[in-house]
């Protein structure tokens, strides 16, 4: 057998989507939070809703973008089909290249080293050997995001289609559960964010190989 290809620890496709989702989470995170501002109440009909303790709380301005609510929907929405479609081209070559092996979680495999380095985190036993691209948690993160990505899509759609896509809408618990839904993934994004971005000042290498792509390395 020949040996596996030398790889760089952050191929082209995979930096350009990356790259892609900033302005991209931006822009929604803005826009939607212009949205939730046209009717900032989470409850059916304006009723409380229990999971919800922001009831009429309104975002300051300074976030928010659209100024208005069809403008906010017009960004919302159309910079909506571009993250659908990166997410969907980074999937696809996740998928094609083999490269999933080494970045989502697979939970015979990272379990233990998910658990570990947590632990370590926490301050509460030495760091485990790294062995591959990432460990354990960090699959699971990544993972995680991926799933909260498409999961806020198809939230995302109820909401824009909730008529014509009522099998959707009904896998959601209706309009305003799926409402809660996309504004909790918001939320779930932006505390991943907030932690990649603290994860990335720590170990500042990843930043270089993310826009450097960075030394080749074996396909493991």
């Given at each position: 057998m020949h040996p596996p290809e030398p790889r760089r620890?952050?191929?082209?496709?995979?930096?350009?989507?990356?790259?892609?989702?900033?302005?991209?989470?931006?822009?929604?995170?803005?826009?939607?939070?212009?949205?939730l501002v046209a009717?900032?109440?989470?409850?059916?009909?304006?009723?409380?809703?229990?999971?919800?303790p922001f009831q009429d709380a309104v975002p300051p301005s300074w976030l928010r973008l659209g100024d208005?609510?069809?403008?906010?929907?017009?960004w919302h929405f159309a910079f909506g089909w571009f993250l659908a479609l990166n997410g969907l081209v980074y999937v696809l070559y996740l998928a094609l290249s083999g490269?999933?092996?080494?970045?989502?979680?697979?939970?015979?495999?990272?379990?233990?080293?998910?658990?570990?380095?947590?632990?370590?985190?926490?301050?509460?036993?030495?760091?485990?050997?790294?062995?591959?691209?990432?460990n354990g948690l960090q699959r699971l993160a990544y993972t995680a995001a991926l799933f909260m990505g498409a999961l806020s899509v198809l939230s995302g759609l109820v909401l824009y289609k909730p008529v014509?896509?009522?099998w959707l809408t009904a896998?959601?618990?209706?309009?305003?559960?799926a409402r809660f839904v996309h504004l909790l993934l918001l939320a779930l994004l932006a505390l991943f964010t907030v932690g990649h971005v603290v994860l990335v000042a720590l170990?500042?290498?990843?930043?270089?190989?993310?826009?450097?792509?960075?030394?080749?390395?074996?396909?493991r």
């Open positions: 620890p952050q191929p082209w496709p995979i930096r350009l989507a990356h790259w892609a989702n900033v302005p991209l989470l931006a822009i929604l995170a803005a826009s939607g939070l212009q949205i009717y900032p109440r989470m409850g059916p009909r304006g009723r409380p809703f229990a999971l919800y208005w609510l069809a403008g906010a929907r017009s490269e999933w092996r080494r970045r989502l979680f697979l939970p015979r495999r990272d379990t233990r080293d998910a658990v570990a380095t947590l632990a370590y985190y926490l301050r509460l036993r030495p760091a485990p050997a790294q062995t591959g691209l990432y014509q896509l009522q896998l959601f618990g209706g309009y305003d559960p170990h500042p290498r990843t930043f270089g190989e993310m826009l450097t792509g960075g030394r080749k390395t074996d396909a």
